[in-house]
């Protein structure tokens, strides 16, 4: 039989706000949020993205392009990037960063400083 649970999820609706407050509310109930701190919470997402970068450091080029396509592979990959995603919204409400319009003021200044090439 088919697991309910991931057609619940894509029929809830997410946003970033949603995920931090489920994220503060799981670590509250847990009485995690004094280990919250801007130096744990980087020190966590770097040894996320590490995991991250485990599972593609001896690939190919080519075999790091069809990594989703095994899915015991997709699966490590989907889960070390929902935990990096996780830290950073950890961290930016920590820090009362809104990581949507720091990214946005971000392509901005690279949009402005990398221009796009004329075209003949």
Same mark, same amino acid.
């Given at each position: 039989?088919?697991?309910?649970?991931?057609?619940? %999820?894509?029929?809830?609706?997410?946003?970033?706000?949603?995920?931090?407050?489920?994220?503060?509310?799981?670590?509250?109930?847990?009485?995690?949020?004094?280990?919250?701190?801007?130096?744990?919470?980087?020190?966590?997402? &770097?040894? %996320?993205? &590490?995991?991250?970068?485990?599972?593609?450091?001896?690939?190919?080029? %080519?075999? &790091?392009?069809?990594?989703? %396509?095994?899915?015991?592979?997709?699966?490590?990959?989907?889960?070390?990037?929902?935990?990096?995603?996780?830290?950073?919204?950890?961290?930016?409400?920590?820090?009362?960063?809104?990581?949507? &319009?720091?990214?946005?003021?971000?392509?901005?200044?690279?949009?402005?400083?990398?221009?796009?090439?004329?075209?003949?």
């Amino acid at each position: 039989m088919k697991d309910p649970e991931p057609a619940r %999820e894509s029929a809830r609706e997410l946003d970033v706000a949603t995920l931090q407050r489920r994220l503060a509310e799981f670590a509250a109930a847990r009485d995690w949020r004094r280990f919250h701190t801007p130096k744990n919470l980087v020190s966590a997402l &770097s040894v %996320e993205v &590490s995991e991250l970068v485990e599972i593609f450091q001896w690939l190919t080029p %080519e075999e &790091s392009a069809r990594v989703m %396509e095994d899915p015991g592979t997709a699966h490590r990959v989907t889960d070390e990037v929902a935990d990096v995603l996780a830290y950073l919204l950890q961290l930016c409400e920590v820090l009362g960063i809104d990581p949507l &319009s720091a990214l946005d003021a971000k392509i901005d200044r690279n949009e402005r400083r990398f221009p796009a090439p004329e075209r003949p």
